[in-house]
């Protein structure tokens, strides 16, 4: 008999291919899903209620070889041995379907933070007031999309701006083959189709930038105010920081994960930028050199595009941006990569030092 057997478990989002998982990475382990997370110590739900749990002890030493993927975090289906009392250990992770991992731009020795685990759909948050940053959302869409759910965009405060027809057509532009949905909890407008994304068993993530009414949403699809809230600040339109942790947080209706506002998102990879950057990706696709850097290589499809204004400038600048932190990112946590763009860079000095001898001789 499977556990998806357990209606408590399919509430939660247990299905078939966990239940292949938990006999192949946990056998005789019981699963239970996190809800929240706090210095360590952990709220869970399994078939038979919610409880503590800590990690175990082998689960603390597999963590320091590799904290993302090892340390459990919302949304992860954990394999749990029974401990005395009401307290369970967590002996292992199980292997995640999702994941949104948060990394800091600015300081790459910083560790990766996932941010939500086993998420169908990320909804990316942002307010339709002077707070609106298209820069801001393309960042938050190329970390959604390499998270392996399904991006949606958010565009909340609906009721606050005279033209909202204007900021949906601004998060348009940079959210190709995403779903924008202008969202007032005031008047309702646009939250039946959020809840069309809802469904038994299947779980949301909210994230955004802080104050932009990720909780104020949540509150009003759970139908009760189960996450504090506060108004914007006059003075620069952006709202105060109200979530503090992140937490699942269950409806009839699917699951939920709420996250607390971001200052600054980091993207892991190049996977998630190209495709938040199709339209950019599909101009480069003409280029006629396959390595094109569109500087100056001959027959650059993306400098043709510039110039007669079928691709915005500031769009491209923002994608090369967020490669060149891709890039950068996978330096630093990828060995492999590393030797690889240092060979390169020993084959490009070997072929210039040649250059060089052959043009001034070996005396130059």
């Known amino acids: 008999m499977t556990q998806l057997t357990s209606p408590e478990l399919a509430a939660l989002g247990w299905n ?25 110590l ?27 993927a090892a340390w459990p975090a919302v949304g992860d289906w954990v394999a749990l041995e029974p401990g005395a009392g009401e307290h369970w250990l967590i002996q292992r992770v199980l292997s995640r379907r999702t994941a949104v991992i948060r990394r800091s731009p600015g300081d790459r020795r910083l560790p990766a933070q996932v941010l939500a685990a086993n998420v169908d759909v990320a909804f990316v948050v942002t307010s339709m007031n002077a707070d609106f940053n298209p820069r801001r959302l393309e960042r938050y869409l190329a970390v959604a999309w390499e998270s392996g759910a399904t991006p949606v965009v958010l565009l909340s405060k609906s009721d ?106 980091g993207v892991l990879d190049g996977e998630g930028v190209s495709t938040a950057f199709e339209d950019v990706e599909g101009v480069a696709a003409r280029c006629r050199f396959n390595d094109c850097q569109h500087r100056s290589e001959p027959g650059c499809a993306i400098r043709v595009a510039l110039r007669d204004g079928t691709l915005a400038a500031d769009r491209f600048d923002a994608y090369a941006k967020l490669q060149r932190e891709a890039h950068r990112t996978a330096l630093a946590t990828d060995a492999i990569a590393r030797r690889a763009e240092r060979k390169r860079w020993n084959v490009i000095h070997r072929s210039v030092d040649q250059h060089m001898r052959l043009k001034y001789g070996a005396e130059r």
């Open 16 to 40: 078939e291919r966990l239940d292949a998982i938990l006999a192949s990475e946990a056998p005789g382990l019981v699963p239970a899903r996190v809800l929240t997370e706090e210095r360590g």
């Open 160 to 265: 606050l701006v005279g033209d909202p027809a204007g900021f949906r057509i601004a998060a348009e532009a940079v959210a190709a083959a995403v779903e924008v949905i202008a969202v007032s909890v005031v008047t309702g407008e646009g939250l039946d189709a959020v809840r069309a994304h809802l469904g038994v068993g299947r779980t949301v993530a909210f994230i955004g930038s802080s104050g932009v009414g990720k909780s104020s949403i949540v509150n009003a699809l759970a139908g009760e105010p189960v996450l504090e809230v506060a108004a914007i600040r006059e003075d620069d339109a952006r709202g105060r920081h109200t979530t503090t942790r992140r937490q699942l947080i269950r409806l009839v209706n699917g699951l939920l994960i709420d996250t607390p506002g971001l200052r600054e998102l």
């Open 42 to 68: 952990y709220l869970v739900a399994s078939e038979t209620g919610e409880r503590p749990a800590s990690p175990s002890g082998r689960l603390r030493h597999d963590t320091e070889l590799d904290p993302a």
